[in-house]
């Protein structure tokens, strides 16, 4: 069994993530910033991550349950990682 991100058990919330599609990257950055300003904990802040692909743009956070989300964009129409 792969263990979690963190190190910490695997429970509701840790080991899991929920993943939501946002139609841009700026659209991944105002709800990740909303869900900060909700009582949401920063667990990576919006950007391009190289293992994903030139166009997949992801921020994460916790909500104040403790249950991790990503909020992804991807659209090949936007510009990448390399552009």
Not at 13 to 19: E, L, T
Not at 55 to 67: C, E, I, T
Request: proline residues 6%.
């Amino acid at each position: 069994m792969k263990a979690t991100f963190d190190g910490r058990p695997a429970s509701a919330g840790n080991g899991s993530m929920v993943a939501f599609e946002a139609r841009s990257q700026k659209q991944v950055r105002d709800l990740h910033s909303a869900a900060l300003t909700a009582g949401g904990v920063n667990e990576g802040q919006p950007g391009f991550r190289a293992s994903y692909g030139p166009h997949f743009y992801v921020g994460y956070l916790r909500d104040p349950q403790g249950n991790k989300i990503a909020l992804f964009s991807s659209d090949p129409d936007e510009v990448g990682r390399d552009g």
